[in-house]
């Protein structure tokens, strides 16, 4: 274990080596250097936790890192949960069944919304209409119409809302994009996003009767499948590169491998259309993880691979054009005339460098404390979350009508 000595030096190499990197950016990125950046300002925040299942016991973890925070109260009707966080915490934390009891309390000013998608509307405008400051999980919300009450609801507050799109946060996807929005492979027409994984996504539950309070994410009351939980990530950086929402969703999927009695789908495929003719396009299998999670940006001078570990670019080998050929004389053939202009790239590409490699979610919930305590915007902020959720809930329409659904613009 790393000894608190140890820690603050490494912490405050950490943020030397970002408050050096910010110093050469301008504008958001500017602002996503200072946000991040580790800190020893300890004052005092009190987190509230609705939901300390895996995802919120997560975010607690990467929130206790920042000096001065304490989770000051946790709410779940499952009750089991409050003893893995004390444990997490290392210390008692009071609980409630009711979620409201815990927006009453005095002692908590932010609170971490990671309940089950289809709770996320209710529980974060209420947390918003208590006066809390709130990260919440993506997706936004359940569907637009509650999606749109939270960004009301957040612009006529002044506190602060964070999505959970950690992503915005993480350093080598943030110098990558900067460097794609300056040109470096062209303009970018296309975007292929994969999530695969081999396995069931289902969770051993202690008695049948919780099968649908833990396994919450195989049925339709509570949430969208694979097009919320992990498309909404991969969407939400398809919005940030085209600089929009997309204007029509089509997508299908289906249950072909795990015949459990879940509702949500067990694949899905989705693709998004944005202005000029731009797509992105998402597969997310469960029983086969080749491809794992990442996207491809494909532009007209070259390519750019993002993962969760890493960012890499590749660039379009010079070809004389057919046109040139022709006219010195030059026999033009048919697109498929040899097999070496189409095989895959195989070589090295050029990987983005970094001063930090930090996980996201510990920059993302850093970036919360940082807004919480000075006021600032986040660079996640509720626009963002709106931007996923029009890409989502409307893909999900689609996949249950089986056609093309038009998307709403964003508000």
Known sequence: MMDRRT????????????????????????????????????TPLRVGVLGPGSRGKELVRSLLRVPGVRVTAAADVYAPRFAELNRVCGYEVPSHADYRALLDRKDVDAVLVATPFGLHGEHVLAALQAGKHVYGEKTLAFTLEESAKIVQAAAGTQRIFQIGHQYRYSPWIRA??????????????????????????????PEPSLERLINWRLYNQWSLGLLAELGSHHMDIANWVFGSTPTAALASGSICKYHDGRETDDNVQAVLSYSGGRRFIFSSVTDNAMQGDQLWLYGSKGSLNLTLQDATFFYEPHRASRVAAAQQGAAVTSASYQAAGEMPYRGPGQPVQVTTAEDPTTAATRAFVYCCRTGTRPIADVHVGYGSALCVIPSNQARLLRREVEVPAAL
Do not use: C, K
Not at 7 to 36: H, K, M, P, Y
Not at 186 to 203: A, D, K, L, P
């Open 176 to 205: 990558a994009l900067a460097r794609v929005q300056q040109g470096e492979i062209g303009e970018v027409t296309h975007i292929m996003g994969y999530w695969h994984r081999n396995n069931s996504w289902r969770r051993p539950v």
């Open 7 to 42: 820690f603050v030096q490494s912490l405050s190499a950490t943020a030397i080596a970002i408050s050096a990197n910010a110093q050469s950016l301008t504008g958001a990125d500017a602002e996503a250097a200072r946000q991040i950046a580790p800190t020893q300002d300890a």
